[in-house]
């Protein structure tokens, strides 16, 4: 919905590719065409590059809009796409690959002068407890290929290593094809912040930066921008680190780039860039006025960034609130199934983004994703309260949803405080409230 409304606003005809398990779903109505491209499972319909390119010819498409996930950070399907004469909208292929091999990504932090985590590759059991042993416990072990918290764990003593190191390697091979680990050092009050940039390939410039220190299981849940309550100078050099990066690069493309804040140590870190636009975009666009997504596109098409660094401003905050069909009472179990009922607010600075509506189909196959609500306001605790308010005014009902979750934290004085880390959703304070 989110790309066919930004296609839409510049005068480019769409055609969605659809599962047959969403071939009915609104977004199918709302764009100009749809083309089933296979059955509901991903692995047969929306990680199929093959059919995907394919489907593209055969309607005449100039481009394709990878989306958010399944073959965004692909590098396969960037190389189908210039193979195949038909524009990628996002990064080269070769930049995707880069960031997506999480070693190779440290590699050009450390030639950006992007500061790293302590860590490094392990390639055998002996090799992860001598560097575990440098680096010091607590350590997170890590997927390279990965994200998400898959093949991610946390190992607090040598005495587990080896089983942790076990479970990492056979997770990361099921995911991503890929069993390569590395650690890290763990950071016990961090904070999840990352930086948003744009690039045409000549010019990098960044939008800012969000916080997304909320997280169950590594999966963010409710971002920030911009991240409240940096230091001025730490949040600086975060911001000219990414930028170095992203240059690095030469990178073309909307993309982030992830750090890690350590509020003990009061230091950051490089985690990880995605080569992509992100879920919580929205929040830099409200802050901006940028649309990012339209920007992508323009970009994509060969034209250069319309502003320069000077040029971005930041207008009060925002936040999202990602909502998910998912059951916290149960242990967030996805719950698919019919909605009878989607009502969702409206008003000065509430921004809804959405597949869902009365009477829609949640199927099993996907992501939990069904909305995203946006809230803007002259500063945070405005923000919150609007936020707040907007929630009360959502009403889905037919399948278990987060939104009751949602609102615990919002009223978490912690939450309210700013006293938000990683660790923060294993608070009693706020699962007390679900």
Do not use: W
């Amino acid at each position: 919905m989110r790309v066919i409304r930004a296609a839409r606003a510049l005068g480019i005809e769409t055609v969605l590719a659809a599962s047959e398990a969403d071939r009915h779903a609104l977004p199918a109505r709302y764009a100009d065409r749809t083309i089933c491209i296979g059955p509901p499972r991903a692995s047969e319909s929306y990680l199929r590059v093959d059919t995907i390119v394919a489907a593209a010819l055969g309607v005449g498409a100039d481009a394709i809009h990878p989306g958010y996930g399944f073959l965004s950070e692909n590098a396969a399907l960037a190389d189908a796409c210039h193979a195949a004469g038909i524009t990628f909208v996002g990064p080269t292929a070769a930049q995707v690959r880069d960031v997506g091999d999480k070693l190779r990504a440290r590699e050009l932090a450390h030639a950006a002068d992007v500061p790293t985590t302590p860590g490094g590759a392990i390639d055998s059991y002996e090799r992860a407890r001598s560097l575990a042993d440098r680096v010091g416990y607590p350590i997170l072990i890590k997927a390279v290929g990965g994200g998400g918290g898959r093949g991610m764990k946390r190992v607090d003593e040598p005495a587990h290593l080896d089983a942790a190191m076990t479970l990492a390697l056979a997770e990361a091979q099921a995911a991503f094809g890929d069993a390569r680990l590395y650690l890290e050092r763990f950071v016990a009050n961090g904070r999840h912040i990352e930086v948003q940039v744009v690039g045409d390939g000549r010019n990098v410039v960044h939008l800012g930066d969000r916080d997304c220190s909320i997280q169950r299981r590594y999966q963010k849940l409710l971002e920030e921008a911009c991240a409240f309550d940096v230091p001025v100078a730490t949040r600086d050099a975060m911001r000219a680190a990414a930028v170095r990066f992203a240059e690095r690069l030469a990178y073309r493309g909307a993309g982030t780039v992830e750090f890690l804040y350590d509020a003990d140590r009061g230091d950051f870190s490089f985690l990880e860039m995605n080569a992509r636009i992100q879920v919580e975009h929205p929040v830099t666009e409200a802050v901006t006025g940028i649309d990012l997504v339209g920007l992508q596109i323009a970009v994509a098409g060969g034209a250069e960034l319309p502003f320069s660094q000077t040029d971005i401003t930041f207008d009060g905050h925002a936040l999202e609130c990602r909502i998910n069909a998912e059951d916290p009472a149960n242990g967030f179990r996805p719950a698919a199934g019919t909605i009878t009922t989607a009502a969702f607010p409206t008003g000065p600075g509430i921004r809804v983004e959405t597949y869902i509506e009365s009477g829609s189909r949640v199927p099993p196959y996907y992501d939990s994703l069904i909305a995203k609500i946006v809230a803007h306001a002259p500063s945070r605790p405005a923000a919150i309260e609007r936020m707040r308010v907007a929630l009360k005014q959502t009403r889905i009902d037919g399948i278990a949803t987060n939104l009751a979750f949602h609102a615990s934290i919002l009223e978490d004085d912690a939450f309210r405080s700013g006293a938000v880390t990683t660790a923060y959703l294993h608070k009693e304070s706020v699962s007390s409230h679900v």
